[in-house]
């Protein structure tokens, strides 16, 4: 009676396996057809999350202008860019790469990981990027005092030590560095509110700015 029962079981919990769909965990389909589709190598791929997807939709003219690519997925951490890093930007061969990633991390979107790690995961597309000869522009994590889909982790001052971490690897291995933190927090360190509706992602006002910030950068990284 017990084995029938544990086979029933197995059974069972094999049936639900099997039933559900696979999952592709790092989103290389994402942009899998856009990457095949291209026929000139951008200067520039954006990887990110959310908060790069989003300035595609704020402002695609910014990037179609100049021969730069987004390769954003809303939700994704470090974890699961570092996997698709070489799909997304290795393969495109750009003469840059811009990395803005963290804040999905430290809202624990896949769970609890250290400032270490997250740092590391960074620091190891930086490397891939180099080793490539794609010039490197790590951008800081942007400004936020809260996670509305995940309240209480205070993530201002972890934001903080980990764009410390960051400015000093870039500054310490010739790559450009990129501070949206300073001019867009508040005095909680949090994002202004005036370019923001959540907290976290920003209004297109923000993105004009980011962009203000950025785009001299960019000239050199891109020539």
Known sequence: MKKTLLLLVCLFCAELLLGQ?????????????????LTTRPDVVFMGNSITEGWFRAHPEFFTEHNYAARGISGQVTSQMLCRFRSDVLNLAPKAVVILAGTNDIAQNQGPISLEHIYENIVSMAELARMHKIRVVIC????????????????????????????????????????????????????RAEYTQDGVHPLPAGYTVMEEIIAPVLRKAAK
Not at 21 to 37: C, I, L, S, V
Not at 155 to 181: Q, T
Request: charged residues 30%; hydrophobic residues 35%; contains cysteine.
């Open 140 to 191: 800081s994590v942007l400004p936020a005092a809260d996670y509305r889909w995940n309240k209480g982790l205070d993530p201002a001052p972890k934001i903080v030590e980990l764009n410390s971490m960051l400015k000093k690897y870039a500054e310490e291995n010739r790559c450009f560095w990129v501070d949206f933190h300073t001019p867009m927090k508040d005095e909680q360190d949090g994002l």
């Open 21 to 37: 769909p696979k999952k592709d965990w790092a989103n290389y389909g994402r942009y899998e057809q856009a990457n095949a589709e």
